[in-house]
């Protein structure tokens, strides 16, 4: 009796680490570093229920906002480490780890959030691209909505002429730079969490980005002078560290990319909805907002296409200036 005691109390606690094993609950972290109220947190959000729901709760992701692990270019360091999981960033801030994502911040490529979702769904030249990131330690699984960088400044801003002399900030991205400079801005690079301090204390003058991240990180508190240029389609892919990708089985990868999916659907319809609404609340906050002529800045960074060329080839170049043309002929802006 004694000897089968002993062996149904082995067996039930076998029993009971394997269950314990199989529900157990990894969890995984997501930095960004948008505020806790912007869009970014609220689809990390989405995202996040979304994984833990089609993996059973096998997956908790913990999200990190407002740059509390890293900036954005530590976090995507961070990726190819394993040191965290997931991040969300601007297309340009994963040009560091492969130089030609610099060509999707060339200025002016799309007109409309249509248009702009078209070419990071199905360009045949960008969806290669990706394809190359697994390489580097990284990959892409979609691609959540900020909108069109514009411009916050102290002073206005009503053509090129008034940035003769001002500094604008920008991130660690060739294109973005040339075109501020051709504008006629003299360039700092900084990360997005130092910006408002550095606009407060004089060191820049003012800064460019989606309607979405300036009502998010409040730039327009202290450069209150929101210009309307729309000058580039920045969206946001959401990426997961290749090591953490290669871990999961195979049902877990297919779980994660339909989370993904949904998502960037919850972010684009998000975003795309909320930018008139965010100006008005902006605005009553003491904003100034104002939609220039646009066609002097459109002028005035002709020049960047070369640029682009000479460093990136005009093959590369034209592949991607046509893919966005045959896009907006596609689906003209009404």
């Given at each position: 009796?004694?000897?089968?005691?002993?062996?149904?109390?082995?067996?039930?606690?076998?029993?009971?680490?394997?269950?314990?094993?199989?529900?157990?609950?990894?969890?995984?972290?997501?930095?960004?570093?948008?505020?806790?109220?912007?869009?970014?947190?609220?689809?990390?959000?989405?995202?996040?229920?979304?994984?833990?729901?089609?993996?059973?709760?096998?997956?908790?992701?913990?999200?990190?906002?407002?740059?509390?692990?890293?900036?954005?270019?530590?976090?995507?360091?961070?990726?190819?480490?394993?040191?965290?999981?997931?991040?969300?960033?601007?297309?340009?801030?994963?040009?560091?780890?492969?130089?030609?994502?610099?060509?999707?911040a060339m200025p002016f490529l799309v007109d409309t959030y249509e248009q702009g979702w078209e070419f990071y769904d199905n360009s045949e030249w960008l969806r290669g691209e990706f394809d190359k990131l697994p390489e580097v330690g990284f990959r892409v699984l979609a691609?959540?909505?900020?909108?069109?960088?514009?411009?916050?400044?102290?002073?206005?801003?009503?053509?090129?002429?008034?940035?003769?002399?001002?500094?604008?900030?920008?991130?660690?991205?060739?294109?973005?730079?040339?075109?501020?400079?051709?504008?006629?801005?003299?360039?700092?690079?900084?990360?997005?969490?130092?910006?408002?301090?550095?606009?407060?204390?004089?060191?820049?003058?003012?800064?460019?980005?989606?309607?979405?991240?300036?009502?998010?990180?409040?730039?327009?508190?202290?450069?209150?002078?929101?210009?309307?240029?729309?000058?580039?389609?920045?969206?946001?892919?959401?990426?997961?560290?290749?090591?953490?990708?290669?871990a999961f089985s195979d049902a877990d990868k297919e779980a994660v990319r339909k989370a993904a999916a949904e998502s960037s659907a919850f972010s684009r319809d998000l975003v795309k909805?909320?930018?008139?609404?965010?100006?008005?609340?902006?605005?009553?906050?003491?904003?100034?907002?104002?939609?220039?002529?646009?066609?002097?800045?459109?002028?005035?960074?002709?020049?960047?296409?070369?640029?682009?060329?000479?460093?990136?080839?005009?093959?590369?170049?034209?592949?991607?200036?046509?893919?966005?043309?045959?896009?907006?002929?596609?689906?003209?802006?009404?």
């Open positions: 009796m004694n000897t089968l005691l002993k062996t149904l109390t082995v067996t039930t606690a076998l029993m009971g680490a394997l269950g314990a094993g199989a529900n157990a609950q990894t969890v995984l972290k997501f930095s960004h570093t948008d505020n806790p109220g912007g869009s970014r947190q609220a689809a990390a959000e989405v995202f996040a229920e979304k994984v833990k729901e089609y993996t059973e709760g096998r997956y908790e992701i913990r999200i990190f906002p407002a740059g509390q692990l890293a900036n954005d270019p530590k976090a995507i360091e961070q990726l190819q480490l394993g040191g965290v999981d997931f991040t969300v960033s601007a297309t340009g801030s994963y040009a560091t780890h492969l130089t030609t994502l610099n060509l999707t691609t959540w909505e900020a909108g069109f960088r514009s411009y916050t400044t102290k002073d206005p801003l009503t053509s090129p002429a008034d940035a003769a002399g001002k500094k604008m900030r920008v991130f660690p991205n060739d294109m973005i730079r040339w075109t501020m400079e051709a504008v006629g801005f003299q360039t700092v690079v900084m990360p997005i969490t130092d910006v408002y301090l550095a606009i407060q204390q004089g060191t820049v003058d003012g800064q460019e980005n989606p309607v979405d991240t300036i009502k998010s990180l409040r730039f327009y508190e202290v450069a209150p002078h929101i210009t309307l240029t729309r000058h580039v389609y920045s969206p946001l892919p959401l990426t997961i560290s290749e090591k953490t990708w290669q909805n909320s930018v008139n609404a965010q100006l008005e609340e902006m605005t009553a906050e003491g904003a100034k907002v104002s939609t220039p002529e646009i066609g002097p800045f459109r002028e005035a960074v002709a020049s960047v296409y070369d640029q682009a060329r000479g460093v990136y080839g005009a093959e590369a170049v034209d592949k991607v200036l046509a893919d966005a043309a045959k896009i907006r002929e596609m689906m003209p802006a009404k």
